[in-house]
């Protein structure tokens, strides 16, 4: 049974940062992060291929936020830099067992709880 366990969500001022990240049990996967804000779909935020070799970020957070994994400690983690208002979600953190990034959620195989990220005004 694989288990996505994400950590690091809270409440944070406009400008400021947060780190989240998101322990993988087994095996090493494909990993992405998305982000759901209400009443909106949930949507791509960033994809790390499972050698770090190859990652994919969404437009709207290019600049400020950060993929990385470390395989050892079978963890990824998402660096929020800059934070908006409008970043405020639940984050999720999503597996798949094929290489390929991608940016559609129907594609992720395993999916870790969410955690909420606030960000104030």
């Known amino acids: 049974q694989v288990q996505l366990v994400e950590s690091g969500g809270g409440l944070v001022q406009a400008g400021g940062s947060l780190r989240l990240s998101c322990a993988a049990s087994g095996r090493t996967f494909t990993m992405g992060w998305f982000r759901q804000a209400p009443g909106k779909e949930r949507e791509f935020v960033a994809g790390?291929?499972?050698?770090?070799?190859?990652?994919l970020s969404a437009d709207s957070v290019k600049a400020r936020f950060t993929i990385s994994r470390d395989n050892a400690k079978n963890t990824v983690y998402l660096q929020m830099n800059t934070l908006k208002p409008e970043d405020t979600a639940v984050y999720y953190c999503a597996a798949r067992e094929a290489y390929r990034i991608e940016t559609d959620d129907g594609h992720y195989d395993y999916w870790g709880q969410g955690t909420q990220v606030t960000v104030s005004s």
């Open positions: 790390i291929s499972r050698s770090a070799g190859y990652i």
